[in-house]
């Protein structure tokens, strides 16, 4: 492949996603990776999302739940979606897996990811701890986290004291799904990672703690004045804020990513998790992780590090946002004509394979290597 093809490639192809959420760190990274950006937005959003220069194409669509009718359309181009938070908050997990539009990622993760119990088998089995958990209120033996099922965003979880408590404030809810956790107090510490199936390498990319509304005010009002004030700690996500983790917890923090991902092939097929994924977790005063969650794709805290992390930097001489190092995940698997190691592959279309120009294919670098 001559240079200058090698170089255009990616140009050949458009990236798309969703117009929210970390479209525009997405559509960034694509762009300055050499791809066509597409971003598919709601009437509102149309003006802010044309004012870049990188969002090279803009389609509307009235409500991000009509994506799916965008299909045909899709697929009539060489479109590879980047999927974020506001597929799976706007799009039913159906609608979402039933798409055929060539998907960065592994769709099968989604089943895994989708159901907390299974989460826990997943990370327990990863060896991870997580906060111990109650399924009845008359167990209720310390204070717990009353987690909705589907909650946005930790909208309507509630902090509840013991089992009179429990009764007090939360019984209404016996009509939804919830799970109650044990409270772990502690420093919630979200690790984004990124996994390559090119180089087999994990890489930390960067991480964030969340600002929480009110939970993350109350240390402003002094305990005194809370007294006879009915306060309730409430965990709606509000914004994000950088963190760096003490040094000597970084190596903790790798292996959890590695048996995360390890897991992942033994229990959702044999390529599991790959790409971009986040481990949400709590550090304890005695230095342990609690594990909350896992996400399975780009978070949206990776915003704060559109211009790298301190992390990313350790790896790459360039900023290296999440979202670019998706598009070089993209850029790398064009090049080296393995576009399928990288695409989810259930019931998708395929790509003519001459999408490499004379189906020779290159070296694909690691990271600190740039690209081209
Ligand atoms: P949005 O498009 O802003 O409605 O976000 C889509 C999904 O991502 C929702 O479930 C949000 O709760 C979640 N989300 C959006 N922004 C953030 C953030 N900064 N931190 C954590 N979650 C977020
Ligand atoms: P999640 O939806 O599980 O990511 O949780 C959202 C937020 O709720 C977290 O950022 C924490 O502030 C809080 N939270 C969730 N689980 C726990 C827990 N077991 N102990 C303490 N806080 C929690």
């Not at 510490?189 to 109350?218: A, C, Q, W």
């Not at 190691?341 to 020779?360: C, I």
Request: charged share 25%; aromatic share 10%.
């Amino acid at each position: 492949m001559s240079p200058k093809s090698a170089v255009q490639l990616p140009s050949l192809f458009t990236i798309a996603t969703l117009g929210s959420h970390s479209a525009l760190q997405i559509l960034k990274g694509a762009k300055d990776e050499g791809f066509h950006t597409l971003a598919v937005v709601t009437p509102l959003n149309e003006r802010l999302y044309s004012s870049f220069a990188f969002v090279d194409e803009v389609i509307v669509i009235p409500q991000y739940g009509d994506f799916p009718k965008l299909e045909k359309e899709l697929n009539k181009r060489k479109v590879i979606l980047v999927p974020h938070g506001s597929f799976v908050a706007y799009l039913s997990m159906e609608e979402h897996k039933k798409m055929t539009t060539p998907y960065f990622g592994n769709k099968a993760v989604l089943d895994w990811e989708a159901d907390r119990l299974r989460q826990r088998e997943w990370l327990t089995r990863a060896g991870l701890k997580m906060p111990r958990q109650f399924t009845k209120a008359s167990e209720i033996d310390r204070p717990v986290i009353v987690k909705l099922y589907g909650a946005q965003g930790g909208k309507g979880y509630l902090f509840v004291k013991n089992p009179e408590d429990f009764t007090a404030r939360a019984s209404h809810l016996v009509e939804q799904r919830y799970i109650m956790q044990e409270y772990v107090l502690g420093v919630p510490v979200y690790i984004h990672y990124f996994y390559s199936p090119l180089t087999g390498k994990l890489e930390i990319m960067s991480m964030d703690r969340r600002y929480e509304s009110n939970v993350d005010s109350l240390g402003r009002i002094p305990l005194a004045d809370q007294e006879g004030w009915d306060i309730s700690p409430s965990y709606v996500v509000i914004g994000n804020q950088p963190i760096s983790l003490r040094e000597s917890l970084l190596a903790e923090a790798f292996n959890m990513g590695e048996a995360v991902v390890r897991v992942s092939r033994e229990i959702c097929g044999e390529r599991g998790l790959f790409g971009a994924f986040c481990l949400e977790s709590i550090v304890t005063p005695e230095s342990e992780f609690f594990l909350m969650e896992i996400s399975a794709r780009i978070v949206a805290g990776t915003n704060l590090f559109i211009d790298g992390s301190p992390y990313s930097y350790l790896n790459y001489d360039e900023p290296m946002s999440t979202g670019r190092r998706i598009a070089r995940e993209l850029r790398n698997a064009l090049l080296s004509n393995s576009l399928d190691l990288v695409l989810d592959q259930s019931g998708r279309k395929t790509f003519e394979r001459s999408a490499a120009p004379n189906g020779e294919s290159v070296a694909v670098p690691g990271p600190g290597v740039p690209a081209n």
